[in-house]
């Protein structure tokens, strides 16, 4: 359900609350999930500072780390490539200063600092420029990113999608690259100056670590991030479990879905009928099923249909009330064919929908498709670029953590009623 705020903020023309509510014709009451109670920390964050991001070879270069939350461990550097060499003195602490090596052209190290705790390390690191005496200064390219916030748990078939900003230094970016903590590659894209997105699929070796996201110019210089995560199939179903419990469970125990698509999963694509004048809008409505289609698997398929009409369930209806003003700019009303079985979704869509700019529709279609084929509730926890968050203020943002995504392979991969 989306209610529309006007002029709340002034930068946005929108700002969109979604509220819970709507229901179902059958709903069961959606239980507001307890508040997390906070767990024991199972990780430590490294975070590498460098005064400054270029420098002359024979120079140094003030290195201070940062673990949160703080622990007692010795914090040891290394430099990436290890090779030339430079100098950290002294060799471990919170700041060190690297004396940077001979280099033959202008050359991108990454400074590493790293810890080990009860046999396991973590580690962050900072990227800086090597300059020949006889160059000229060179700027690297800059790279900052907005998401993910945090650790990510991942783990096989589902995406990482990584949003930043990267500019570009002395020389033309070339590629945005992601490494795995050992430096092989993951995965890469081309890359130009300004806003990026990307959908991280391969995610490299097991377990807790830090991977790299660097942006990387026609010279080979680069602009370097971390990003916290945990390859851990088994530590990615059980969270997902766990959603599935607290937002798509009748009482916490049998998984409530859209229709029979058939199990294994997906077998069935969802049907969608567009009524009347919604049939305007096909285009906004296929791209909000690119979005789960592209996150979840899901196929779909879209007809066009007058009121009246009857058409085979289980479907989701789109259905235009532009007319009408109820102070929210979509709702999503869910019907059941059993407890554990929804047959029906309309999706109406009011006045303040049509006023709405293009990208934004489209994001209110997403975030209603959500409600009728993952869950009728709003979803908090994952940080405003979830889907399912109640305010969404820029389309780019829309993205399915992923632990809502193995969530909704498991659900199904699985009839209407399974326990999680
Ligand atoms: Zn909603």
């Not at 409505?285 to 369930?313: N, R």
């Not at 079985?341 to 209603?368: C, F, M, R």
Request: hydrophobic letters at 35%; proline letters at 8%; glycine letters at 8%.
């Amino acid at each position: 359900m989306l209610k529309s705020r006007a002029c709340l903020i002034m930068l946005s023309l929108v700002s969109l609350l979604w509220g819970c509510g709507g229901g179902g014709l059958n709903l069961p009451n959606v239980v507001n999930p307890p508040n997390p109670t906070p767990n024991p920390p199972t990780g430590y964050r490294v975070t590498v500072t460098l005064n400054m991001n270029q420098v002359y070879e024979g120079e140094e270069v003030t290195c201070t780390a940062e673990v949160s939350p703080s622990v007692q461990q010795v914090i040891n550097w290394k430099q990436e490539p290890s090779s030339p060499t430079g100098r950290f003195s002294p060799l471990s602490g919170a700041v060190v200063r690297w004396h940077a090596p001979l280099v033959e052209r202008a050359t991108s190290f990454s400074i590493v600092a790293y810890i080990v705790v009860q046999g396991r390390t973590y580690e962050g690191s900072s990227s800086v420029v090597v300059l020949d005496k006889s160059e000229p200064p060179q700027e690297p390219p800059r790279i900052s990113i907005d998401w993910p916030k945090g650790e990510t748990v991942v783990g096989a078939g589902v995406l990482l999608t990584i949003i930043g900003t990267v500019s570009q230094g002395s020389n033309p970016l070339k590629e945005l690259v992601v490494l795995d903590s050992d430096g092989s590659l993951l995965q890469k894209w081309p890359i130009s100056p300004g806003d990026f997105r990307v959908d991280l699929s391969n995610f490299g070796s097991p377990g807790r670590k830090v991977i790299r996201v660097r942006a990387v110019d026609s010279a080979g210089l680069y602009g370097e991030q971390t990003i916290a995560v945990t390859n851990d199939n088994s530590l990615l179903d059980e969270e997902a479990r766990e959603f599935l419990k607290k937002y798509s469970c009748v009482a916490g125990t049998n998984t409530i879905r859209f229709g029979n698509l058939g199990t294994g999963p997906y077998t069935k694509p969802v049907r969608i009928y567009l009524i009347d004048e919604a049939a305007n809008y096909r285009n906004l409505v296929e791209e909000a099923c690119q979005f789960w289609q592209k996150y979840c698997g899901f196929s779909f398929e879209v007809y066009t249909i007058h009121m009246g009409d009857t058409a085979p369930l289980p479907a989701i209806a789109i259905i235009p009330k532009f007319n009408e003003d109820p102070g929210v700019v979509a709702l999503t009303e869910r019907g059941y064919a059993n407890t554990y079985e929804v047959a029906e979704a309309d999706i109406s869509l009011y006045k303040g929908w049509l006023d709405w700019p293009q990208n934004t529709q489209t994001g209110a279609l997403t975030h209603e498709l959500g409600h009728a084929l993952v869950t009728a509730s709003e979803i908090e926890e994952f940080g405003s670029r979830c889907v399912l968050w109640p305010i969404l203020t820029d389309y780019r943002d829309q993205v399915i953590p992923t632990i809502m995504q193995r969530a909704i392979h498991l659900v199904y991969s699985y009839p209407p009623g399974w326990q999680p």
